[in-house]
Nanobody, 123 residues
Framework: VQLVESGGCSVQAGGSLRLSCAASVYISSPYCMGWFRQAPGKEREGVTS???????SYADSVKDRFTISRDNAKNTVYLEMNSLKSEDTALYYC???????????????????WGQGTQVTVS
């Protein structure tokens, strides 16, 4: 399984970005997908996830600003980020464990497959 993130760039505070995560595996049965981020000197943290039924979870820090969505026909998961803040600056990763649901969605150890990350810088 290969996951490839894209869409990261530098943006001013208050701006918006949309990240994409393209999966190499055919998603005939949608898997739980998660977005994580890691800032320099900090631990990787869960940002959001979407399970096989489309149920979503969000970290409190991004709730009402970020939206996760998926296009199964394109094997792609998106992260729409609005009202960006400087503290959103990080390397953003998508991940999956090829299971319908991940109970501990925000725990990196629950996921076995990771992309290489895409950098988001908010200034």
């Amino acid at each position: 399984v290969q996951l490839v993130e894209s869409g990261g760039c530098s943006v001013q505070a208050g701006g918006s970005l949309r990240l994409s995560c393209a999966a190499s595996v055919y998603i005939s049965s949608p898997y739980c997908m998660g977005w994580f981020r890691q800032a320099p000197g900090k631990e990787r943290e869960g940002v959001t996830s979407i399970d096989s039924d489309g149920h979503t979870s969000y970290a409190d820090s991004v709730k009402d600003r970020f939206t996760i969505s998926r296009d199964n026909a394109k094997n792609t998961v998106y992260l729409e980020m609005n009202s960006l803040k400087s503290e959103d600056t990080a390397l953003y990763y998508c991940a999956t464990d090829l299971t319908p649901v991940v109970v501990g969605w925000s725990t990196p150890l629950e996921y076995n497959y990771w992309g290489q990350g895409t950098q988001v810088t908010v200034s």
